[in-house]
């Protein structure tokens, strides 16, 4: 929370402020030009000459603020945080929730009564879970048009489906974000030294060749310590391997695991329905293929917990620390290995960054997703909306409070140069243009030292194409060249209430039972009996709500 010193002296300064105005409207020397009357003057002035009122300057709106992605606290005093308040006249206190551990503390929080103002909202489907709460407001489609109206006409003309998302009972629960990068599939990553070492001279393609290239990294010393300490792939790599047979029917193995049921219950669509992946007859063919993998010694026995064990949830620690030579799940630019040549300081991706301090002689390749005996390939594809931003019931309480938010998200599509800032930092410390080039002088900084200096904290969680494109035209030039690739997209399902109401039960399901028969626990044909009662235990009733609604939402 703030000081109560900075209180008093924002205070301190209103009474100056104030006592500056009262002495010109007193001043009986008017401009020359005959404008001595015209209200665009000081607030509060009156075009009255001598009888001038002024009115005290508005206290700043406060807003506990968990609008954003949390791996770090902010700093208060930092120069984005202090730009911001001045543009808005607002104060900001920051909720912290560790990213690692979201729902399970912000839970906790919510459970007793507390909320802050302003909440994202990491998975949709908890809308209405939320709403029925009482934590979500409703915000007008008028409010959006009437105080963000260049964001609501970008979003209606390039993502109307980013609206449906934020719907719940024929209401706008949250604000929408879009996500350029969801027009890019993850990536496929693979240790081209290990690849070389072994004797494999061109990156995998088909599932044949990366179960050849997957059993030499085990079996053959790829790092060459003499020592059989290496495996093929950890659970970052898994969905692309699912994806060789079809739509994955886990996106994330860790999260799934955690409880998040965004991961496991995707949907895909067979003859014109839309039917949950997990339980597809394809995904068995494809835990065959993983069982026989992880009896082989080919999969990290620990690959649940080994791959990602802290910090950024793009990280692998087992590629880094040479246990693993696959890996994904990233985009293109995490892995970017090509350096901007008019940027003397870059350092590529943050995942490459990572790779190279951690294997100064390593190399890597970008890949291709597995292809499988019927020519099926893919890796998940990221929605093209983002995490959206909600309004507490307690922040609708005071009006001032979505006014500012919305006029901040307008602000971010409308001026270039306060975009740069709350997405990138202070201008001439961590950003500068160099005439039209945008020129990152803090491309080190890890994702915790980004939240700490108000790095894409106070943005709302906006990305506007035009600026993103402006911003980056190296990296998205990348991006066309390296993820050029196969992906399955993300569906957009309507939120039901149903969904809520049995999805903890469904993952829990699905994610034991995948994991049971990919370890060995249970045999392969297990995957009949959970498809049963997955479906029977309101996969059916969740189908056929998610169907009904579709419909509705498409017109049909």
């Known amino acids: 929370m703030k000081t109560t010193t900075k209180r008093m002296a924002a205070l301190l300064a209103c009474i100056m402020l104030v006592t500056l105005l009262a002495a010109c409207a007193g001043n009986n020397n008017a401009p020359e030009s005959g404008n001595a009357g015209n209200t665009d003057g000081a607030a509060g002035q009156t075009n009255n000459g001598d009888n001038a009122a002024v009115e005290e300057p508005e206290e700043p709106v406060v807003l506990e603020w968990l609008g954003y992605d949390s791996y770090a606290e902010p700093d208060a005093d930092s120069a984005v945080v202090q730009m911001v308040e001045e543009k808005f006249n607002a104060e900001f206190d920051f909720w912290y929730v560790d990213a690692q551990k979201w729902d399970d503390n912000l839970n ?23 709403v029925d709460q009482g934590i979500l407001a409703p915000i007008p489609k008028e409010k959006f048009e009437e105080l963000a109206p260049t964001y609501t006409a970008f979003i209606d003309e390039n993502y109307p489906e980013a609206w449906d998302g934020v719907m719940f009972n024929g209401e706008i629960y949250a604000i929408p974000t879009t996500n350029l990068n969801g027009s890019y599939p993850t990536v496929v990553i693979w240790r081209q030294d290990w690849l070389d070492n072994v004797g494999i001279a061109k990156v995998p393609e088909t599932l044949e060749e990366y179960e ?4 030499k990294f085990r079996n053959d010393d790829p790092d060459g310590n003499g020592q059989k300490d290496t495996y093929g792939l950890s659970d970052f790599a898994l969905p692309n391997i699912l994806g060789a047979f079809g739509y994955p029917g886990i996106s994330d193995f860790k999260q799934a695991a955690k409880g998040d049921p965004s991961k496991s219950l995707q949907f895909t669509e067979k003859d014109g329905q839309l039917v949950f992946a997990a339980v597809q007859p394809e995904m068995k063919e494809a835990l065959a293929v993983l069982q026989q993998w992880y009896a082989d010694g080919i999969i990290d026995p620990e690959f649940l917990t080994s791959e990602n064990t802290t910090g950024y949830w793009a990280d692998s620690q087992a590629f880094y620390n040479g246990k693993i030579g696959l890996t994904g799940m990233g985009m293109f630019y995490h892995w970017r290995h090509e350096l901007d040549p008019s940027l003397p300081d870059d350092v590529g991706g943050g995942q490459y960054k990572a790779f190279m301090d951690a294997q100064p002689d390593g190399e890597l390749a970008f890949g291709v997703p597995a292809v499988g005996p019927e020519g099926k390939s893919g890796t998940p594809q990221w929605d093209t909306t983002s995490h959206p931003v909600a309004i507490t019931t307690k922040a609708a309480e005071d009006p001032r409070k979505l006014d500012t938010v919305l006029q901040m998200v307008e602000a971010a599509v409308t001026d270039y140069e306060y975009y740069l800032s709350v997405t990138s930092g202070e201008e001439g410390v961590d950003w500068k243009l160099d005439g039209d080039t945008f020129v990152n002088l803090s491309a080190a900084d890890s994702v915790a030292d980004q939240n700490k200096k108000g790095k894409n904290v106070l943005s709302v969680k906006v990305s506007y194409d035009e600026y993103l494109k402006k911003k980056d035209p190296f990296i998205y030039a990348f991006g066309d060249k390296y993820a050029n690739i196969n992906g399955y997209t993300s569906m957009f399902v309507p939120t039901v209430e149903v969904f809520e109401k049995n999805s903890s039960a469904l993952n829990k399901l699905t994610i034991e039972t995948y994991l049971k028969i990919i370890t060995g626990e249970s045999p392969v044909d297990a995957f009949d009996a959970y498809t049963e009662q997955f479906m029977r ?17 498409m017109g049909r």
């Open 108 to 130: 906790v929080k919510l459970a007793a009564g507390e909320m802050p103002d302003v909440l994202k909202i990491p998975n949709r489907q908890n809308i209405a879970k939320y």
């Open 212 to 215: 050849e290239a997957l059993y």
């Open 537 to 553: 235990i309101g996969g059916t009733e969740v189908e056929e709500a998610v169907n009904a609604a579709y419909d509705e939402l």
